[in-house]
């Protein structure tokens, strides 16, 4: 593949270029692509440069190379079928850096259960400076913990962390709405003053949300490795749990860092099952509601 524009500058701030993503998609293609493979995925293209107009695609256009494998699902909303892309291979990810795809935003499943995540995420998103995104982690992990659980942490290249569960392809997507709404609860009931599960700012009086709502259809976070459209260049980067504290800053976390960084997501915790957890919460009082993202009623 030619690389069109090589020297086009996408991110102004720190002067990456669409040369500097390609090469980066091929340093890390090796660890990134097995959170990718057969997972549908939404693009963020910045065909200018992140700073001027992007766009989330989610429709490969036709003149995709046909080796680019896709997957079609019929929208109720736009009413037509969309064909989402696949990433199989290096060459896959050297398309996206072609487009200026600056950020790739996969499912929770995968084409063959498309119905059936494997993984719960829970996005932990500042509402200011007052309580630190790192020591909320920490208490999402404790809890999860308390649960049976274990977790994976990663930055989410912005502000936030992203906390995963690893499950088994068993549950329907209300089940796992239902756990991870419940899980959230659980924690923020512990530190009420702190944080919240509250997805309307008007309910969070300053505390930090603990997004439980990435369970279902369609649903996408950044993917692990993925790059971010954030000035300076950052990448939503695997950590350690050991690595969670104040001190570690997300934005030295870049497209020129993050491929020396060791892989922390290359040995992923078995898919788990989640009755035990969800029986813990019902002892503990906490309701296991499919409650909706979009409801208007407090949730707390």
């Known amino acids: 593949m030619k690389l069109s524009s090589p020297d086009k500058i996408l991110w102004p701030q720190t002067g990456l270029t669409k040369r500097d993503l390609l090469a980066y998609y091929e340093a890390v293609a090796e660890r990134m692509l097995p959170h990718l493979r057969d997972r549908p995925l939404t693009l963020l293209r910045a065909n200018a440069g992140i700073d001027r107009e992007r766009f989330l695609q989610k429709n490969l256009p036709a003149s995709a190379p046909e080796?680019?494998?896709?997957?079609?699902?019929?929208?109720q909303t736009s009413n037509r079928t969309v064909a989402y892309a696949l990433a199989d291979d290096i060459d896959d990810l050297r398309y996206f850096a072609n487009q200026n795809a600056v950020e790739l935003h996969p499912w929770f499943s995968r084409v063959d259960m498309p119905d059936r995540a494997d993984a719960v995420a829970f996005d932990l998103d500042p509402s200011d400076e007052r309580v630190s995104v790192w020591w909320a982690a920490l208490k999402m992990r404790e809890t999860l913990e308390d649960l049976g659980l274990e977790s994976l942490v990663k930055t989410s290249g912005k502000r936030g962390?992203?906390?995963?569960?690893?499950?088994?392809r068993r549950y329907?997507?209300?089940?796992?709405?239902?756990?991870?709404?419940?899980?959230?609860?659980?924690?923020?009931?512990?530190?009420?003053?702190?944080?919240?599960?509250?997805?309307?700012?008007?309910h969070r009086r300053g505390r930090l949300l603990l997004d439980w709502s990435r369970a279902g259809r369609a649903?996408?976070?950044?993917?692990?490795?993925?790059?971010?459209?954030?000035?300076?260049?950052?990448?939503?980067t695997p950590l350690a749990w050991e690595e969670i504290d104040g001190d570690l800053d997300p934005t030295t976390l870049t497209l020129r860092t993050a491929p020396q960084r060791p892989d922390h997501w290359a040995q992923m915790p078995a898919p788990q099952r989640i009755e035990q957890a969800c029986k813990v919460l019902e002892e503990q009082g906490i309701a296991l509601e499919d409650a909706s993202p979009r409801s208007s009623r407090p949730l707390n």
């Open 219 to 236: 649903q996408t976070l950044a993917a692990p490795w993925s790059p971010r459209a954030h000035p300076a260049g950052t990448v939503s």
């Open 67 to 75: 080796s680019l494998r896709r997957f079609d699902v019929w929208t």
């Open 161 to 168: 962390i992203h906390v995963y569960v690893p499950v088994q």
């Open 172 to 202: 329907d997507f209300s089940a796992l709405r239902a756990f991870g709404l419940a899980a959230s609860r659980l924690c923020a009931s512990r530190y009420p003053d702190e944080l919240t599960v509250e997805m309307r700012k008007e």
